[in-house]
């Protein structure tokens, strides 16, 4: 049993590395910025009220977003091996409904990835990923306000998890390779 939280600005790398760690730990993977895209996509109903913060680049409300992880968490037993999270917590308020969640399991956050990557570097990524990936997010726009909403409300966790002696921050750039390296060699002594 193995959770780990990936933690990044958009644009960070987050999901490319989340892809490297499943393969390298056997985790299941929950990006929650997935999850509601692809309710988008099925044009649920749950999608339609997602899209309107998405594409504004505002946060999913708390409430709402726990209920969606925890539902997820319930629905795949294949989970109570291990999860990476990633994407969330996005807010302290998240951060402390997951240590509950994972308690009442018996589980907790072992440890916390931080990919740390330059404000700058981050717009450059995503409005090239803008180009390929139809995001409606991965606009200059929404791209601001997202960057804005990082260093509002979700770049407090850093703390948070330093303070619980989780946090790994990794320098998130160079290529995918070296930033995998750095995140495997930090992490090797957290494993229970
Ligand atoms: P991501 O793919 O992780 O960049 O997420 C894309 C968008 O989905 C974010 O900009 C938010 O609007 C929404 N989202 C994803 N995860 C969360 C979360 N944990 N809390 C609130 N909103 C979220």
């Known amino acids: ?54 594409s504004k680049g505002h946060l999913i409300p708390d409430n709402l977003m726990i209920d969606i992880l925890e539902h997820t968490l319930e629905s795949n037993p294949e989970t109570a091996a291990g999860v990476i999270f990633d994407g969330f917590p996005r807010t302290i308020e998240q951060a402390k409904a997951l240590k509950e969640m994972l308690a009442k399991r018996g589980s907790k956050v072992h440890a916390v990835v931080g990919l740390e990557v330059e404000d700058e570097e981050l717009v450059e990524r995503l409005l090239k990923r803008g180009l390929e990936s139809g ?14 909403v990082y260093n509002k409300q979700t770049a407090p966790l850093r703390e948070y998890y330093q303070n619980e002696g989780k946090y790994h921050g990794i320098k998130g750039s160079g290529s995918i390779d070296e930033i995998f390296n750095s995140i495997r060699e930090s992490l090797k002594d957290t494993k229970e």
């Open 135 to 148: 995001r409606s997010d991965d606009n200059l726009e929404t791209i601001n306000n997202r960057l804005e």
């Open 1 to 54: 049993m193995y959770n780990l939280v990936v933690f990044g600005a958009p644009g960070s790398g987050k999901g490319t590395q989340s892809a490297r760690l499943i393969d390298e730990y056997g985790l299941y993977h929950i990006s929650t910025g997935e999850l509601l895209r692809d309710h988008i996509a099925r044009d649920t109903q749950l999608g339609r009220v997602a899209n309107e913060y998405i």
